[in-house]
T-cell receptor, first 109, second 113 residues
Framework: DAKTTQPNSMESNEEEPVHLPCNHS???????IHWYRQLPSQGPEYVIH???SNVNNRMASLAIAEDRKSSTLILHRATLRDAAVYYC??????????FGGGTRLMVKP | EAGVVQSPRYKIIEKKQPVAFWCNPI?????LYWYLQNLGQGPELLIR????????DSQLPKDRFSAERLKGVDSTLKIQPAELGDSAVYLC???????????FGQGTRLTVV
């Protein structure tokens, strides 16, 4: 199984940056790293993905370590609407996403 | 564009009763997934379809769970008979093909009493 390790929970202040870490030491060279988030009572929502280089989109940035065994999702200015569970995952051999427990992000006003 | 539509949103049944969930994927999406999500945990894959073919159902408990996607479009997931431990959220997701990121529906929350 594709295995990731994330902190169970993190807290942030509104309008401050948030760095959500993930370890994925068993990742292979061709596996993409994906981040999803899940708001309360919703299905998971795609955030960002990458292979080797750092990636930016309108939602977040993804910083990938040089050895690819870890990555960090960066929310540049957290808002109350960013409070969610954030899942880091990567494709296993069958190209299917396997989710771990995720990090519950709490944002304080 | 309409997203992945699931119904019902909520379902409460007594144990040993049957239950079915319905999923309408995004138009044109060939790959369809059913996931199970227990409280406080991440989603776990139950089955994946490529068009109408179930290509990975290794995690589906086949003694009581069944799924179908007859015309390669919408899909149903059935549990018969339901057990207390089946209480969870059942998520459907779809993608253009298995290489693309799936889009998830809102899920069906099942409570078995």
């Amino acid at each position: 199984d594709a295995k990731t390790t994330q902190p169970n929970s993190m807290e942030s202040n509104e309008e401050e940056p948030v760095h959500l870490p993930c370890n994925h030491s068993t990742i292979s060279g061709t596996d993409y790293i994906h981040w999803y988030r899940q708001l309360p009572s919703q299905g998971p929502e795609y955030v960002i993905h990458g292979l080797t280089s750092n990636v930016n989109n309108r939602m977040a940035s993804l910083a990938i370590a040089e050895d690819r065994k870890s990555s960090t999702l960066i929310l540049h200015r957290a808002t109350l609407r960013d409070a969610a569970v954030y899942y880091c995952t990567f494709n296993n051999a069958g190209n299917m996403l396997t989710f771990g427990g995720g990090t519950r992000l709490m944002v304080k006003p | 564009e309409a997203g992945v539509v699931q119904s019902p949103r909520y379902k409460i049944i007594e144990k040993k009763q049957p239950v079915a969930f319905w999923c309408n994927p995004i138009s044109g999406h060939n790959t369809l997934y059913w996931y199970l999500q227990n409280l406080g945990q991440g989603p776990e894959l139950l089955i994946r379809y490529e068009n109408e073919e179930a290509v990975d159902d290794s995690q589906l408990p086949k003694d009581r769970f069944s799924a179908e996607r007859l015309k390669g479009v919408d899909s149903t997931l059935k549990i018969q008979p339901a057990e207390l431990g089946d209480s969870a959220v059942y998520l459907c997701a779809s993608s253009l093909d298995r290489q693309r990121n799936p889009t998830f529906g809102q899920g069906t929350r099942l409570t078995v009493v």
